[in-house]
């Protein structure tokens, strides 16, 4: 009886334990599925294709190596470049770090080049990682989104070869420079015409992020068998204004680049090691 009550006691502990982590995930904003803690991750639901303002990126650049996108001088950036294709699910959650497999940039050696170019990182320093540690952007990418982007997108290599293609078939940057949305350090566009101009042309609403009231990514959402959808967007309970819980006011900036780089401002800016913390 007395070893009853003991195990009793002990679950009950486990539960308030488990409880108050999952409140203080929910407090610090954590929106990981919660199942991550236990390793058992269902399958995600759509695709979000996150994509990032590299005149926003590299505004508050302050340090400058090889691997930072924003310290290419005249070869840096100027449309939107890739942060991530992202498995998530319609509650507005995501699976992170789903199976065991460690990031091998041999296996993408043919892509390179791509990478490079439409998926640079715009920070020194090296990125935390599931299994490998610290690592390069693109391995954050693939062990924290990738590896749940199963049975959709089985490996490594499909990963990035999928979501490359998924950029040159979805060029939103052409989309809003066709529609006159143009980058600008002295025009302000409004919001609504921005998500028009990609929902007439995909046929599906994207999701912006701003800082302050620079665009700072655009997410286009799809189903799993790649036909564009809508991004889930929550609705204001006041005004039922779709926008207004982004984190973008009415009226936004898409920054012109400037340049933080090796051809000019090197002077201006230090160098630092490449996997120096910031
Ligand atoms: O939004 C801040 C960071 O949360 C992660 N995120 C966000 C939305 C989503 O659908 N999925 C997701 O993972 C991103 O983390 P990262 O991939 O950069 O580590 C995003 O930057």
């Not at 199942?35 to 400058?64: I, M, S």
Request: contains cysteine; hydrophobic residues 35%; proline residues 6%.
């Amino acid at each position: 009886m007395a070893s009853f009550s003991l195990i009793l006691i002990r679950l009950s502990l486990v539960a308030v334990l488990l409880t108050a982590s999952f409140c203080q995930l929910k407090a610090i904003g954590i929106r990981e599925a919660v199942d991550d803690a236990v390793g058992e991750q269902r399958e995600f639901d759509y695709f979000n294709f996150a994509l990032q303002w590299p005149g926003t990126q590299c505004k508050n650049t302050r340090h400058c190596c090889p691997s930072n996108g924003c310290c290419r001088g005249s070869n840096a950036p100027t449309e939107f470049t890739i942060h991530g294709l992202w498995p998530d699910y319609n509650d507005g959650t995501w699976p992170s770090c789903c199976k065991k497999s460690k990031f091998d940039e041999k296996e993408i050696s043919t892509l390179l080049d791509a990478l490079e170019k439409y998926w640079p990182s715009y920070r020194c320093g090296s990125t935390s990682t599931c299994y490998s540690g610290e690592g390069l952007f693109w391995a954050h990418e693939w062990e924290k989104h990738g590896t749940c982007s199963f049975p959709v997108v089985r490996d490594e290599y499909s990963y990035f070869s999928t979501t490359l293609n998924l950029y040159f078939k979805y060029n939103v940057t052409r989309v809003l420079n066709e529609a006159g949305y143009l980058p600008s350090n002295t025009e302000k566009y409004p919001l609504g015409g921005i998500v028009s101009a990609i929902q007439n042309a995909f046929h599906a609403t994207p999701k912006l992020d701003c800082s302050k009231d620079a665009v700072n990514e655009l997410h286009l959402c799809f189903y799993k068998d790649f036909k564009p959808r809508d991004c889930i967007i929550e609705r204001s309970p006041e005004n039922d204004n779709y926008f207004s819980s982004s984190s973008c006011p009415k009226y936004v900036s898409l920054p012109v680049y400037m340049s933080s780089g090796v051809d000019d401002a090197t002077a201006a800016i230090p160098w630092i090691l490449e996997n120096e913390p910031l």
